[in-house]
């Protein structure tokens, strides 16, 4: 049986991510905006193509994590705003340069940056302020207020936009407690800062699980990662996400075992019976890190699941497909819209989010859209 796949691919299907951002839509109020956030090229996948799509169906904004991954969305054409979560002063300028709305969290980056914008003679740059409502990993605290206002007040380079937070443990129900205390933490902070600044920003502290199970966090605008992308349909997340990204590869050779023979490097896996092993060109540089060796990790071929054997190799794993009706050239997935990224990474002891964002820009993406 020959496949559609003819080499490593990860599949990026723009059908499940317009169901997945109608789906989140449908659990914010209509003047609630969507920012999606496609830092880490889109958690792994292709930030320019998960954009380009997302611009295209309505997202009101986007967020990265750093300048340079700003600079590649302008670069592909995103117009829609931009917000920058952890920008570094050494690239405000340039920041600048291409458009990007800063998040600023810290009255060292606050002071950096009015000098950065006012050196390039701007007026009214749009910042993001970010507090600390108790991740304590960014943000101003509570007490930031009066050195923010007073800076503000000497100056007309910028102007804040938008207040943002971020939540802890959105996703964990046994932290209610806590998420509502961020929670109203983040509206006493914001209260003072409207009325400080006399009048409202953007305010905006939901991701995605806050967006799911916090409607009360949702403020003026939610920021979604996964949700949009639905890599995982994690337990944590939600059912009706559809998993946007699927990591395909073929079967470039079938070997059959004896007893005692070994396969792989070290000979870390030895035949104690007849065997039949696949070689899947795909490993550790393409982010199949080892960790998914020795039967921890598997991938699926004709419906089962063939556990990888030995260790991981840089360009290749051997999985055991003894019990699998299989052939030179098949199709195989290492997670697809049935075996999810999250199942797979769970069993080496790893989350969906590390598995996706490790793939490696040589494995080729391909867009399919099923509308
Ligand atoms: C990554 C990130 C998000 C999105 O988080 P998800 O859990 O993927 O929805 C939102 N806000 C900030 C500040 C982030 O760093």
Redesign the pocket.
Known sequence: MSSSVKETVLEINLSHLTHNYTYLKSKIDATVKMLA?V?ASGYGSDAAIMATHLEKIGVDYF?VAYVSEGITLREAGITTPILV?HPQPVNFEKLIKYDLEPSIYSLRTLTKFIEVATLNKQKEYPIHIKFNSGLNRIGFGENGIDHIIDKLSKTDSIKIVAILS?LAASEDHSERDFTVHQINLFRKITDIMIERLGYRPLLHQS???GLLNYPEAHFDMV?????LYGYGNDAKYDAQLKPVASLKSVISQIHKLEPGDSVGYNRAFKASDFTKTATIPIGHADGISRQYGNKKGFVMIKGKQAFIIGNVCMDMIMVDVTNIDCEEGDEISIFDANSDAAKVAELSGTISYELLTAIAQRVKRIVIDDN
């Open positions: 956030v830092k967020a979560l971020h991701n995605t699980s920021r979604a990662g996964i949700g």
